[in-house]
């Protein structure tokens, strides 16, 4: 009964490509939200989706690009995979209600050679 | 300057020890504050949430706020191995993006 699932766990794959990753949240949460991890564990927004519609559009390249075909998903997908692309991307959800914490996914590691 | 700044360490301490991890932030709106812990290769789990200034415990864990400072604090008393995680304080104000410190790796020696 997991809470976020993300997949894949883990990605390798060669610069050039183009790939996906898949996220869901059996929560009943309002907004998802993707996240990079760099090797340093910094944690940087990229993306929040509420209710499908995209709220939150950091600064990321337009090679990414989020789809929510409903409230419970939130899909990545990312083309022309270059090498600083490698990262661990969280997936996350939460409740529509000042300070609520965020629930997030195990990750999916990727790994552009 | 980031918004919220943590001193990614690595900590390493014996067993039984307190620990004390701590945040700075520069946004006067952040009113939530979050202690998230990840073990490795794990995603981040709620630890502690606090809101405005003041003191929050939960076990052996204590959360600080200080608004007037802009520094909060996360205590653990009596640590144990099963600690060792990286830690990581998390902030927004009403409905912003929760933003992250950089993450503290915290070692507990037996």
């Known amino acids: 009964d997991t809470a976020v699932s993300q997949t894949p766990k883990y990605l390798v794959t060669q610069m050039g490509n183009d790939k996906s990753i898949k996220c869901e949240q059996n929560l009943g949460h309002d907004t998802m939200y993707w996240y990079k991890q760099d090797s340093k564990k910094f944690l940087k927004i990229m993306f929040s989706?509420?209710?499908?519609?995209?709220?939150i559009n950091e600064t990321v390249p337009n090679r990414f690009s989020p789809k929510s075909p409903d409230k419970a998903h939130l899909n990545l997908h990312i083309n022309s995979l270059e090498l600083g692309d490698s990262a661990v991307y969280f997936c996350?959800?939460?409740?529509?209600?000042?300070?609520?914490?965020?629930?997030f996914g195990s990750g999916t590691r990727l790994t552009v050679v | 300057q980031k918004e919220v700044e943590q001193d990614p360490g690595p900590l390493s301490v014996p067993e039984g020890a307190i620990v004390s991890l701590n945040c700075t932030y520069s946004n006067s709106a952040f009113q939530y504050f979050m202690w998230y812990r990840q073990y490795s290769r794990k995603g981040p789990e709620l630890l502690m949430y606090t809101y405005s200034s003041g003191n929050k415990e939960d076990g052996r864990f204590t959360a600080q706020v200080d608004k007037s400072s802009k520094y909060i604090s996360l205590f653990i008393r009596d640590s144990q191995p099963s600690d060792s995680a990286t830690y990581l304080c998390?902030?927004?104000?009403?409905?912003?993006?929760?933003?992250f410190g950089q993450g503290t790796r915290l070692t507990i020696n037996p």
């Open positions: 998390a902030m927004k104000g009403g409905a912003q993006k929760l933003v």
């Open positions: 996350a959800s939460s409740q529509d209600l000042p300070g609520r914490g965020y629930t």
């Open positions: 989706y509420n209710n499908k519609e995209l709220i």
